[in-house]
């Protein structure tokens, strides 16, 4: 099974850049549900503070800034990391702004207003753009990382090479981390409806905790297990 487009979305972290402040709620609401978390800022100080310390896989930015230049913001970003997707969004499509935005190499221009489902198509491009040519790093509490892409744990001296179903199981627990997942749900997303064996799920767990660390997953006696990352 692929993995999904909103699974992607679901453990990165966004920056989104407005001087007004003037996000519609759909917006808003659409970047809660399919997001890990969003950082909302009004000013390119607070950005590149923002970029700098939370480092999020994601920048949304307008491009209408009164006393600054936000595509000298955007460009120094791109100078250092010719990934990392860039969606714009402006009121203004001049052919000055049109040109420096091409440059940026965006997954999306987006005119305001912004419609959601307009928005919404340039998120699901996103995740596209970052399972084609990404390179995702989950970073654990123990300092473990998980590489999206390649599917593997990484520590200071080792990349460890997850098996399809470990893989499917912690991203299926990163997706929804700090919620319960019951062991029904989690037998019907890796195995279907075939059946597997009380000592087969057991495995599957163990073995995955030894990868990625003992109390990274949490079983909840008699209701089901969650991720806590903290």
């Not at 997707?85 to 999306?108: A, G, H, V």
């Not at 299926?172 to 997942?181: D, K, P, R, T």
């Given at each position: 099974?692929?993995?999904?487009?909103?699974?992607?979305?679901?453990?990165l972290?966004?920056?989104?850049?407005?001087?007004?402040?003037?996000?519609?709620?759909?917006?808003?609401q659409?970047?809660?549900?399919?997001?890990?978390?969003?950082?909302?800022?009004?000013?390119?100080?607070?950005?590149?503070?923002?970029?700098?310390?939370?480092?999020p896989?994601?920048?949304?930015?307008?491009?209408?800034?009164?006393d600054?230049?936000?595509?000298?913001?955007?460009?120094?970003?791109?100078?250092?990391?010719?990934?990392?997707?860039?969606?714009?969004?402006?009121?203004?499509?001049?052919?000055?702004?049109?040109?420096?935005?091409?440059?940026?190499?965006?997954?999306?221009?987006?005119?305001?207003?912004?419609?959601?489902?307009k928005?919404?198509?340039a998120?699901?491009?996103?995740?596209?753009?970052?399972?084609?040519?990404?390179?995702?790093?989950i970073?654990?509490?123990?300092?473990?990382?998980?590489?999206?892409?390649?599917?593997?744990?990484?520590?200071?001296?080792?990349?460890?090479?997850?098996?399809?179903?470990?893989?499917?199981?912690?991203?299926?627990?990163l997706?929804?981390?700090?919620?319960?997942?019951?062991?029904?749900?989690?037998?019907?997303?890796?195995?279907?409806?075939?059946y597997?064996?009380?000592?087969?799920?057991?495995?599957?767990?163990?073995?995955?905790?030894?990868?990625?660390?003992?109390?990274?997953?949490k079983?909840?006696?008699?209701?089901?297990?969650?991720?806590?990352?903290?």
């Amino acid at each position: 099974m692929k993995t999904s487009l909103k699974n992607v979305l679901k453990i990165l972290t966004v920056l989104y850049i407005d001087e007004e402040n003037a996000i519609p709620q759909s917006i808003k609401q659409a970047l809660k549900m399919f997001t890990k978390e969003v950082f909302f800022v009004n000013n390119l100080t607070e950005a590149t503070n923002i970029y700098n310390t939370k480092h999020p896989q994601i920048i949304i930015s307008e491009v209408t800034f009164k006393d600054e230049n936000c595509f000298d913001f955007l460009n120094t970003i791109r100078e250092y990391n010719h990934l990392i997707p860039i969606i714009i969004t402006s009121k203004n499509k001049d052919e000055e702004i049109l040109l420096q935005s091409i440059r940026l190499q965006l997954i999306d221009f987006i005119e305001k207003p912004i419609k959601i489902e307009k928005f919404i198509f340039a998120l699901n491009n996103t995740a596209k753009h970052i399972l084609h040519f990404g390179d995702i790093n989950i970073i654990f509490a123990n300092n473990l990382k998980y590489n999206y892409i390649a599917k593997t744990i990484k520590d200071n001296k080792k990349n460890i090479h997850l098996t399809k179903n470990e893989a499917r199981l912690l991203e299926l627990l990163l997706a929804n981390e700090g919620q319960m997942i019951t062991k029904e749900d989690i037998e019907l997303y890796i195995w279907g409806e075939e059946y597997v064996s009380e000592s087969a799920f057991k495995s599957l767990f163990k073995r995955l905790r030894d990868k990625i660390g003992k109390d990274t997953i949490k079983n909840i006696s008699g209701q089901g297990y969650l991720l806590s990352n903290n």
